[in-house]
């Protein structure tokens, strides 16, 4: 098995894994479930090739479903590190371009000497342009405010408060 055929696999095992927490599946189960679909896949692809072993799983989604019902009072880890992480990333994205955005409209002014500013919808940033012999100085700092998006995404969809009251709702299998 090469390298693409286990990436193949691992790739169908976190796909399955992050339904599984989604649906408030715990860490133990979860584990025990990856371990087992990853050897079914191991076998099939055995058999059958990688692909046509990846191919004939169909949707994880639907797998998570029908091995685990929805449990309401479990926080989503996975799904909060995922969307957390996600949400970090497009905002420092639009940090930068924001920044590259101000950078043009410095360059466009042609100072002749320090310039500094920040970005509006990014408190705690700060942006310096210094001329420096034939060219010039960039800094760019972007504040706290894409860690407090990435924070905020986080709990509101990991749900962390789930953790800390100990009632449990009766879900139906």
Same mark, same amino acid.
């Given at each position: +098995?090469?390298?693409?055929?286990?990436?193949?696999?691992?790739?169908? @095992?976190?796909?399955?894994?992050?339904?599984? =927490?989604?649906?408030?599946?715990?860490?133990?189960?979860?584990? =025990?479930?990856?371990?087992?679909?990853?050897?079914?896949?191991?076998?099939?692809?055995?058999?059958?090739?990688?692909?046509?072993? #990846? =191919?004939?799983?169909?949707?994880?989604?639907? +797998?998570?479903? =029908?091995?685990?019902?929805?449990?309401?009072?479990? &926080?989503?880890? *996975?799904?909060?590190?995922?969307?957390?992480?996600?949400?970090? +990333? $497009?905002?420092?994205?639009?940090?930068?371009?924001?920044?590259?955005?101000?950078?043009?409209? %410095?360059? /466009?002014?042609?100072? *002749?000497?320090? !310039?500094?500013?920040?970005? *509006?919808?990014?408190?705690? /940033?700060?942006?310096?342009?210094? &001329? %420096?012999?034939?060219?010039?100085?960039?800094?760019?700092?972007?504040?706290?405010?894409?860690?407090? !998006?990435?924070? @905020? #995404?986080? %709990?509101?969809?990991?749900? &962390?408060?789930?953790? $800390? *009251?100990?009632?449990? %709702? &009766?879900?139906?299998?």
């Amino acid at each position: +098995m090469n390298v693409l055929d286990r990436a193949r696999i691992e790739w169908a @095992v976190l796909s399955y894994d992050f339904w599984l =927490d989604l649906r408030g599946t715990p860490w133990r189960r979860r584990r =025990d479930l990856r371990a087992e679909l990853r050897a079914n896949l191991r076998d099939a692809s055995a058999r059958s090739g990688t692909r046509a072993a #990846v =191919d004939a799983l169909g949707s994880t989604r639907q +797998m998570a479903a =029908d091995a685990q019902a929805v449990d309401p009072a479990r &926080p989503r880890w *996975t799904a909060g590190v995922h969307s957390g992480f996600g949400a970090l +990333m $497009l905002t420092l994205l639009g940090a930068l371009i924001a920044a590259t955005a101000w950078a043009d409209g %410095v360059l /466009s002014a042609d100072p *002749t000497g320090p !310039v500094s500013g920040s970005v *509006t919808l990014l408190p705690g /940033s700060a942006l310096e342009y210094a &001329p %420096v012999g034939d060219g010039f100085a960039l800094s760019y700092s972007t504040g706290w405010a894409p860690v407090v !998006v990435g924070l @905020v #995404v986080f %709990v509101v969809v990991a749900r &962390p408060w789930r953790a $800390l *009251t100990g009632a449990r %709702v &009766p879900v139906a299998r």
